[in-house]
C-alpha cells in the first residue's frame, strides 16, 4: 500500500484548488457511484475523464485498487428538540453524534472498464433515547464499461438501510430500506457530444409505525416501487462544462391497497448547464417542467416549472453559494398524494487565516398541499384550507484547519417551521462539532 506524494502548496493555490485532494475523489467517488435519488439535471461526465480522476487524484493505492476512505464525525453535540414536538408538549432533548466510515474504491482495467464498491456504514448515538440510536448502511456497486471506443454502458446498485426523516413534513426518524437498480447506455461522439438512455428501478419500504395524529401506519402511506426512463444530450461548452437536457416518463406505485389511489405517471424534462467540479464557479443550473398526474384517483396533479440548481462561486477569501430546488414530493398526510415544495438557500464562508473559515447559511422552504382539509378556527367554527408550512433555518459556525484540506468545525442551527395548521409549528436548536474534509 502506498500513497501518491501531493505538491506542496501556498495558501492562494490551496484557496482555489482546496477540493483537490478530498472533495474531487469523494465526488467522483460517491456522487457518480451512487445514482440520483431522482431523476434529471444531474450533468454526465465522460468515460475518459472519470477515467483519469481517478487515476490521478484518488490519494491511495492498495494493489490494483484506488482507494479513497475517510473517517467522519457529524452533529455532535446537543439538540433540544429531537422528536420536533410542539412547545406545549414538552419537548425532548438529547447529546448525539454520528460516526461514518465511507470508502470508496475503484478498479481499472485497460482503458476500458471501471469497477467502482462505495459502503458507508455509520452509528448514530444519543445519549438518553436509545430508540434513537441505529447502525445504517449504504452499499453501491457500479461499473463502466467502454465499447469500441464511442459507447458506454453503466450498471449500478443501491442497498441503504438508514433511520431518518423521509422527507421534510417527517418529524420522526424512522427506517427506510431502499434499493436502486440503474442502466445507462451513452454514445460520445468525440466531437463534444453524448447521446444517452438510462433506465431506473426504486424500491422503498418504511418501518410499520403509527405516528401520532395519523390513521394509517407510516409503511402504509409511503411503501411504493417507483420505475422510470430518460433520454439525455449533452453538449460541452467549455473545459468540464456542459449543457445538457434530461427528458423522461416515470411510473409511482404504491404497494398497499389502502394507498394505490396515489398511484401517479410523471413526465418531466430538465434543461441546464453543468460547470465544472474545479474552478471558481461550481455546480449546477438547471430549471426545467414537470406534470404529476395521480392516475387512480380524481385528486389534483401537478403541472409546472421545478428546479434543482446548486452554484458556488469563489472571490479571493471568500465563497458565495446559492440554491434554489422546486419539485413535488411524495405525502404521507391525509388525502395528499404530493405537496409542492420550494426551498432556497443563501451562504456565505469566509476565509480568515490560512486556518480559520467562518461559515453562514440561510435555508428558506414553502410547501404548499393541493388538497384542501378541514379545520377548526378559535371561534369553534370549521373552514376548508390548503395546509401551507414555511421553513427556516440559521446555520452559523467557524472551521478550524488541522491538516491539508481536513478541519474541525463548531456549529450553531436553529430550524423553525411555521404552518396554517397551529398544532404543526415546530423548533428546534443545536450546537455541537464536525470534521470535513472540505477546508
Not at 315 to 342: A, P
Not at 386 to 403: K, M
Amino acid at each position: 500500500m502506498h500513497r501518491k506524494k501531493k505538491p506542496r502548496k501556498v495558501f492562494g493555490a490551496e484557496m482555489k484548488k482546496k477540493a483537490l485532494y478530498f472533495f474531487l475523489p469523494a465526488l467522483v467517488g460517491v456522487c457518480l457511484a451512487l445514482f440520483p435519488d431522482t431523476a434529471g439535471a444531474q450533468g454526465y461526465q465522460s468515460f475518459r475523464r472519470e477515467f483519469t480522476l481517478i487515476e490521478e487524484e484518488t490519494p491511495w493505492q492498495i494493489g490494483p485498487f484506488h482507494v479513497f476512505p475517510r473517517l467522519l464525525f457529524t452533529n455532535v453535540g446537543y439538540d433540544d428538540n429531537i422528536y420536533r414536538l410542539p412547545e406545549n408538549r414538552e419537548p425532548i432533548g438529547d447529546y448525539t453524534f454520528t460516526i461514518s466510515l465511507p470508502v470508496a474504491a475503484h478498479l481499472l482495467l485497460r482503458e476500458r472498464f471501471i469497477l467502482s464498491l462505495n459502503y458507508n456504514p455509520s452509528y448514530v448515538f444519543y445519549a438518553q433515547e436509545t430508540r434513537e440510536r441505529a447502525f445504517n448502511h449504504n452499499f453501491s456497486p457500479r461499473f463502466r464499461w467502454l465499447i469500441f471506443n464511442r459507447l458506454v454502458l453503466t450498471g449500478s446498485y443501491l442497498y441503504r438501510h438508514a433511520r431518518m426523516r423521509a422527507n421534510s413534513e417527517s418529524d420522526f426518524r424512522t427506517y427506510e430500506t431502499r434499493q436502486n437498480v440503474q442502466g445507462q447506455l451513452v454514445y460520445e461522439t468525440g466531437r463534444r457530444t453524448s447521446l444517452g438512455f438510462s433506465v431506473l428501478y426504486s424500491m422503498r419500504r418504511y418501518e410499520d409505525i403509527e405516528l401520532p395524529g395519523e390513521t394509517i401506519p407510516y409503511s402504509v402511506a409511503l411503501n411504493r416501487d417507483e420505475r422510470s426512463v430518460q433520454g439525455e444530450l449533452y453538449y460541452q461548452i467549455w473545459t468540464d462544462s456542459q449543457l445538457f437536457i434530461e427528458a423522461g416518463f416515470g411510473d409511482i406505485a404504491f404497494i398497499n391497497k389502502e394507498t394505490q389511489w396515489k398511484d401517479s405517471y410523471t413526465y418531466y424534462i430538465y434543461p441546464g448547464i453543468q460547470f465544472p467540479i474545479l474552478g471558481r464557479l461550481r455546480g449546477t443550473l438547471s430549471l426545467g417542467y414537470k406534470i404529476l398526474d395521480p392516475y387512480r384517483a380524481k385528486k389534483k396533479g401537478f403541472s409546472g416549472f421545478v428546479g434543482r440548481t446548486g452554484l458556488e462561486y469563489e472571490l479571493r477569501r471568500f465563497t458565495f453559494r446559492g440554491g434554489y430546488q422546486r419539485d413535488t414530493v411524495i405525502s404521507f398526510w391525509t388525502n395528499n398524494v404530493f405537496y409542492i415544495e420550494d426551498r432556497i438557500n443563501l451562504g456565505l464562508s469566509f476565509y480568515m487565516s490560512q486556518r480559520i473559515r467562518l461559515d453562514y447559511d440561510f435555508y428558506y422552504g414553502d410547501a404548499f398541499y393541493p388538497e384542501m382539509e378541514i379545520i377548526r378556527l378559535p371561534d369553534e367554527t370549521y373552514e376548508y384550507v390548503n395546509r401551507s408550512d414555511q421553513y427556516r433555518t440559521h446555520t452559523a459556525g467557524f472551521v478550524i484547519r488541522i491538516f491539508r484540506s481536513a478541519g474541525i468545525g463548531i456549529t450553531a442551527t436553529y430550524w423553525e417551521r411555521n404552518s396554517n395548521f397551529n398544532n404543526l409549528n415546530r423548533n428546534r436548536s443545536f450546537i455541537g462539532g464536525f470534521l470535513t474534509y472540505e477546508f
